[in-house]
């Protein structure tokens, strides 16, 4: 049998001392399949000077492969029984101060590395038809044994469920589980009492014959992927241990075997649940791991922002557990409908974001199953090793001294901004700069030469830093993902857009990363070289035709038009980016040659552009600033690092900045407004706005040198605060929205949030904080 699908988990098994790999996914007709190989054989791999000292320390019998390292070293590869043998072997070599190389690249990943595969695979084999094995909650189609398994460009669509649980305060005693998707929209209530059960909702005894239930839904609906919100940490965590209690065998996969739960790692880590045969995808990682930057990632903040809708409920948010419990003794029509409700939302949430979509894109991209897509670093390990296969070169074993490099390197260049207000600024902007500067001067672990010879023909960066001139492994994958991406750009597909940007921006972070086996400083180092060297080439290209440099940063240049109006701007910043890309082009032919791959592009014109002072000083603060686009709605201001955007600061703050400066940019009286803003908030108008929202970056407890205010708050929460702190600072101290008792302390506000957002226009316009909103007027420039 012939066919394509799609993997969605890769995994293995040991059967009879036989490590077997197990792929799971759908066809692309729609059956699902599971792939066992049990050929592959978990290995690592030595240098040649190296292999006799393994032989006597780890008892092993190396064997010659025809590989090297990268130093050009004959590499010998080391066999284990199982991958759990693996590590023992690998730490008794390290021990004894021998290197080793990919011993720590997971087994089922190692088989799909070998082969190229890439989410998308042709399988060619003799196949039997699946049933549903001992514990499994859903039928296997397809069963393939030993087949040949290559790549192939693959289109499936994963089906996804979505769930919530509801429990007692503790966390203890299951309440409920919600479902939807699939087709189904139901609660499953644990109701000891047998109350007649409201619409979309069944009753059960006892919890043991409610997670009966859910598995046999699980089976029923057949989901490639569960979701929900926090649905790992929380909801499975809990149910996994209610169902040890009630002894139940709680086995949701296609195949038989146990949900394992892995728990985050780290107070700001993310757990990981493993279901034979199924996906866990939990709805809030998928949104970090998009680049969706919220303020808050609770569901119900999200849903709000994404929706336009939140939970169901009607009583005091503050008090949203009480109410639960209430709703679940007194009215289950209530309650069933608001945990109806939250597994809904989180659905339509990851569904109205394209969530699932986006990470199946970027499986295909870097081969990582849609569960690890995240992971930069070994979504970058899988390219690039599997390039490194094809070329017979092994790379460091994370663990080994070779991936153990710590020095210095450098940021992106940032030049001093020049405060002010000031009009028609051209904003330049070099498009993916870092990544055109590894495909322009070969950039790459395997091309770099640490101690060139002098005649040594080689590309070396402004800091001195060398690069073979044949091609490279990085800058190939580079220069075959930048015209898929300007491909899917053209075609409207801006997923699949999304998942190429995503990838190609992570290679500088991976190569500047320790925990990176590629990782070197001189590399990270030779990229922001580069980077500093053409934002000040630019700069002085600019200056040497008359305009003046307002601010750089990284990638981009500010500069002064010197139009008289705003489409004469427009006209003359796309003319002098292509004469800049032109001459930035012979430049670097002449220089290095070789070929550039830099583009700057006239990226946006602020009709008003506003560069603050720093506080309590007379230079310019970096990365801040305030401007209004050409084009763009009058009253709608861009910020950049301001106050306005930084989830620290209140909504009181972010009220006055955005009045503050649409006033400033649209010629409006500031002194005015601000006098009566203050006024009106000491009356108590604006004492909704006044939250603070802070992250607790570890528990309350191991706070003990000190107890910022939102610790302090926490410590005062009736309920448990979660990693967010919502809290009010009152004549009392800060206090948690959940648990108020004392009126706010205005005062602190206006000089804490107000004072500060204020005073940098003021500044601007001669004016003084303390006047403006005292007796003492003073009369305002506007």
Not at 95 to 117: K, N, P
Not at 223 to 251: C, Q
Not at 621 to 645: C, N, Q, S, T, W
């Amino acid at each position: 049998m012939r066919a394509r699908g799609f993997i969605l988990q890769a995994s293995y098994r040991v059967q009879a001392d036989v490590p077997v790999v197990h792929l799971y996914g759908r066809l692309d007709d729609g059956a699902t399949f599971l792939v066992r190989d049990h050929r592959q054989r978990p290995h690592f791999y030595v240098a040649a000077p190296d292999v006799a000292k393994a032989k006597s320390v780890a008892e092993v019998d190396p064997l010659a492969t025809g590989r090297c390292t990268f130093a050009g070293i004959e590499a010998y590869r080391i066999d284990a029984k199982t991958p759990p043998d693996v590590p023992a072997i690998r730490d008794r070599l390290h021990a004894a101060g021998v290197s080793t190389y990919e011993a720590d690249v997971r087994f089922a990943t190692r088989f799909l590395i070998d082969r190229a595969i890439k989410g998308g695979c042709e399988i060619d084999g003799d196949a039997k038809p699946g049933r549903a094995t001992s514990g499994a909650t859903g039928a296997i189609d397809w069963i393939f044994d030993d087949p040949n398994i290559e790549p192939a460009d693959v289109d499936v669509r994963p089906s996804v469920l979505s769930f919530d649980i509801e429990t007692d305060p503790t966390a203890i005693r299951l309440l409920a589980i919600s479902l939807y998707g699939c087709g189904a929209d139901e609660v499953l209530i644990v109701d000891p009492r047998t109350r007649p059960m409201p619409e979309k909702a069944s009753g059960f005894a006892d919890e043991r014959s409610a997670l009966e239930a859910f598995c046999a839904r699980i089976a029923e609906l057949d989901p490639d992927v569960l979701t929900g919100w926090n649905v790992v940490d929380f909801d499975l965590s809990v149910l996994s241990k209610i169902a040890r209690r009630v002894r139940h065998p709680f086995e949701l996969g296609r195949d038989g075997g146990a949900l394992r739960v892995r728990p985050a790692r780290g107070y700001f880590g993310s757990g990981n649940a493993s279901i034979p045969g199924r996906l866990v995808l939990d709805g809030m990682d998928l949104l970090r791991g998009a680049f969706v930057r919220l303020d808050d990632y609770s569901l119900d903040a999200v849903a709000r922002e994404i929706l336009g809708e939140g939970k169901a409920l009607s009583g005091d948010a503050r008090d949203r557990i009480g109410e639960i419990m209430q709703r679940y003794d007194d009215d289950l029509p209530g309650f069933a409908l608001y945990a109806r409700t939250d597994a809904r939302l989180a659905l339509e949430i990851v569904e109205k974001s394209n969530l699932i979509p986006l990470a199946v894109a970027r499986s295909k991209l870097t081969g990582m199953t849609p569960d690890r897509v995240a992971a930069s670093i070994a979504s970058f390990d899988f390219l690039y090793l599997a390039e490194l296969n094809k070329r017979r070169v092994v790379a460091p074993s994370v663990m080994s001294e070779d991936a153990r490099v710590f020095a210095a390197q450098a940021g992106g260049h940032v030049l001093d901004p020049k405060p002010g207000v000031h009009d028609r600024v051209w904003v330049f902007d070099f498009k993916s700069l870092y990544p055109s500067i590894i495909r322009t001067f070969n950039i790459d672990p395997l091309g770099y030469v640490a101690a060139p010879r002098d005649g040594d023909d080689v590309i070396r960066t402004a800091n001195g830093i060398a690069f073979r001139r044949d091609r490279a492994i990085l800058p190939g994958l580079l220069d075959e993902l930048f015209p898929r991406r300007e491909a899917a750009k053209r075609a409207g597909d801006g997923i699949a857009s999304h998942a190429i940007k995503i990838l190609m921006n992570s290679f500088y972070g991976v190569l500047g990363t320790p925990a990176c086996r590629f990782y070197n400083p001189a590399l990270a180092n030779a990229i922001t070289g580069q980077g500093k060297h053409f934002l000040l080439w630019s700069k002085d290209w600019f200056e040497q035709r008359g305009y003046e440099v307002l601010y750089g940063d990284t990638d981009s240049l500010f500069v002064r038009s010197n139009a008289n109006d705003a489409a004469t701007a427009v006209h003359d910043g796309a003319e002098l980016a292509a004469q800049l890309n032109a001459d930035v082009a012979q430049y670097i032919e002449r220089r290095w040659r070789v070929a550039s791959r830099l583009e700057l592009e006239f990226e946006k014109l602020y009709v008003k552009l506003f560069l603050p002072s720093v506080r309590h000083g007379s230079g310019g603060a970096r990365k801040r600033y305030a401007g209004l686009i050409h084009g763009a709605d009058p009253a709608d201001v861009e910020f950049v690092g301001m106050e306005v955007v930084r989830r620290d600061w209140t909504e009181l703050a972010k009220i006055v900045q955005r009045e503050l400066y649409q006033r400033l940019f649209n010629g409006a009286p500031v002194d005015d407004y601000l006098a009566d803003f203050v006024k009106r908030m000491r009356a108590g108008e604006f004492d909704h706005a006044l939250v603070y929202r802070k992250g607790l970056r570890k528990d309350i407890g191991e706070y003990t040198a000190s107890t910022p205010p939102h610790v302090a708050a926490a410590r005062k929460s009736a309920n448990s605060p979660g990693r967010l702190v919502t809290y009010v600072m009152t004549t009392a101290g800060p206090e948690p929205l959940d648990n108020l008792v004392h009126p706010p302390d205005r005062a602190h506000y206006v000089e804490k949030q107000i004072r500060p957002v204020a005073e940098s226009v003021l500044g601007a316009l001669g004016l003084d904080f303390d006047k403006v909103i005292g007796d003492d007027r003073q009369i305002g420039l506007f």
